[in-house]
């Protein structure tokens, strides 16, 4: 019995590293930072990173019983680890002291907490509180005024990326396979 968990946990553990490249590659796309304005930054970078995230939890929450939710739920806590487990490593890489990676690490667990709430309650919620929440955490770092059409765009985007992760099969998910959408008039 132990030698299958051993295998259960390693498998969960490659199909969570799969789903993190995916996350990696989406934010990482230039199209965010050129047109739709997030800053180019530490910050910008890791509010993409959770955003893409947060959508890929987001819809491991949603797999149900029959499609194999206690292994969605295992596959979207190595997401979280791995994802918590490479920024403290990028923290280590970029030359912050051993004494305060534990502190950063800390400190970006509760923003994400924190994103995720507000995006978990913009996503339900109508009117502008899913723009107001990428106003406050995607663009929170920007100084002078933001253009409301590019924060317009950008939750566009992300209702369209939850609906389009919703449209994909739990199995898909399951086997690693992710595939997200491009930003609507990427260049």
Known sequence: ?????????????????????????????????????????????????V?????VMRRLRQVTAEEGGEAARAVAQALFDLMFADMDQNLREMGVGDMSVGKRVKQ????????????????????????EALRRNL????????????????AEYFVAQSAYLAGQSAQALLDGRLEFQRPKGES
């Open 139 to 154: 663009y929170g770092t920007v100084e002078g005024d933001l253009d409301l059409g590019v924060i317009a765009t950008v």
């Open 108 to 131: 970006m667990a509760r923003a994400f907490y924190g994103r995720v709430a507000a995006y978990d309650e913009g996503l339900a919620a109508e009117g502008d509180a899913l723009a």
């Open 51 to 55: 955003l893409h995230a947060f959508l």
């Open 1 to 49: 019995m132990p030698i299958r968990k051993f295998f259960e946990r390693r498998r969960c553990n490659r199909v969570a590293h799969d789903l993190y490249v995916a996350v990696i590659n989406q934010a990482r796309l230039p199209d965010f930072y050129l047109r739709l304005a997030v800053p180019d930054t530490l910050d910008g970078r890791f509010d993409l990173i």
